[in-house]
Nanobody, 124 residues
Framework: VQLQASGGGVVEDGGSLRLSCAASGPTLSYYDVAWFRQAPGKDREFVAAHDTTRGEITHYADSVKGRFTISKDNDKKMVYLQMNRLKSNDTAVYYC?????????????????WGRGTQVTVSS
């Protein structure tokens, strides 16, 4: 699986962006997918996951719950992250990740496939 993230940009505080992650190769039907982000000087952190292994359920970091929505379109081999009410501390490089039978969906080391990041900058 090859992943390519896009959709980042500069947005004002309170604005919205939708990130996309295009997958090439096998269908995403059997893959768990997730978004992580990394701000300057900080570790990569979990944002959201679409947990196929446990029945197509979604998981979110507390910091984005209620503002971000992850979705997966298996037919189009796409993963999306709709981000609303963006804040300055959402500024980071965002990465999409995928793997099958992930045990801990919020742990970066659980994912083998990664896309290049896309920069999101929220200006206050």
């Amino acid at each position: 699986v090859q992943l390519q993230a896009s959709g980042g940009g500069v947005v004002e505080d309170g604005g919205s962006l939708r990130l996309s992650c295009a997958a090439s190769g096998p269908t995403l039907s059997y893959y768990d997918v997730a978004w992580f982000r990394q701000a300057p000087g900080k570790d990569r952190e979990f944002v959201a996951a679409h947990d196929t292994t446990r029945g197509e359920i979604t998981h979110y970091a507390d910091s984005v719950k209620g503002r971000f929505t992850i979705s997966k379109d298996n037919d189009k081999k796409m993963v999306y992250l709709q981000m609303n009410r963006l804040k300055s501390n959402d500024t980071a490089v965002y990465y999409c990740a995928a793997d099958s039978m992930v045990d801990e969906v919020d742990v970066a080391d659980e994912y083998y496939y990664w896309g290049r990041g896309t920069q999101v900058t929220v200006s206050s």
